[in-house]
């Protein structure tokens, strides 16, 4: 079958670098994407990642280790906005994606 | 500016009745996508479409159904609504893998739906 696992909660205050972690069990992967969704709002994709390493966009950054099963995603100089929820998703042969459940990540002043 | 719209932000059904969600976007993608969301579960996929008339299910598709007559509409139909159908309907779209970045979805804002 497939599976993701991520953290369901973090907290992390303003100005503070967080990592959230999701680790992956599929057949026929292609890469891991995250995405972000403020309460009451549609989900917005973030970042993709079908090689091995680290791929920066601005404040965030995302890694995959495809040998490990394993990504994550890293926000760094954490802005009150950045409080919502975050998805990683694995893509794989069929056009389709396969969402984990979400964390919850809350930035405090 | 992509857009893909759903017909109701907010919607209140009776038990038993035949519900319609209607999706439709603007980007002239190729995939179309069902999804569920419950607290503590994620995004759930119901139904996807790669092509007009074309549909596949998803990971949870019992109790419903879905419709594909044109490329930018792909409607989610619920045949008698239940009252465990009650959650957030949300649609994406995105290009066909091989025509474009699939992995991308683009999302609907979402329908809430009750079911009483």
Same mark, same amino acid.
């Given at each position: ?5 991520? *953290?369901?909660?973090? %907290? ?10 999701? %680790?992956?069990? %599929? ?15 549609? *989900?917005?994709? !973030? ?16 890694? !995959? ?12 100089? #954490? ?17 389709? #994606?396969?969402?984990?459940?979400? %964390? #919850?990540?809350?930035?405090? *002043? | 500016?992509? &857009? ?8 209140? &059904? =009776? ?30 996929? +119901? ?8 549909? $596949?299910?998803?990971? +949870? ?8 007559? &044109?490329? $930018? =509409?792909?409607?989610? +139909?619920? $045949? ?15 290009? =066909? ?20």
């Amino acid at each position: 079958g497939q599976s993701l696992e991520q *953290p369901s909660e973090v %907290t992390a205050v303003e100005g503070a670098i967080v990592q959230i972690n999701c %680790t992956y069990q %599929t057949s026929g992967f292609y890469g891991l994407s995250w995405y972000q969704q403020h309460d009451g709002g549609a *989900p917005t994709f !973030l970042s993709y990642n079908a090689l091995d390493g680290l791929e920066e966009t601005g404040r965030f950054s995302s890694f !995959l280790s495809r040998s490990d099963s394993y990504g994550y995603l890293l926000l760094q100089e #954490l802005q009150m906005k950045d409080s919502a929820s975050y998805f990683c998703a694995v893509g794989g042969a069929t056009n389709k #994606l396969i969402f984990g459940t979400g %964390t #919850l990540l809350a930035v405090q *002043p | 500016d992509v &857009k893909v719209t759903q017909s109701s932000r907010y919607l209140v &059904k =009776r038990t038993g009745e035949k519900v319609f969600l209607e999706c439709v976007q603007d980007m002239d993608h190729e995939n179309m996508f069902w999804y569920r969301q419950d607290p503590g579960l994620g995004l759930r996929l +119901i139904y996807f479409s790669y092509d007009v008339k074309m549909k $596949e299910k998803g990971d +949870i598709p019992e109790g419903y159904s879905v419709s594909r007559e &044109k490329k $930018e =509409r792909f409607s989610l +139909i619920l $045949e008698s609504a239940s009252t465990n159908q009650t959650s957030m309907y949300l649609c994406a779209s995105s290009f =066909r893998e091989g025509a474009g970045v699939y992995y991308e979805q683009y999302f609907g804002p979402g329908t809430r739906l009750t079911v009483t």
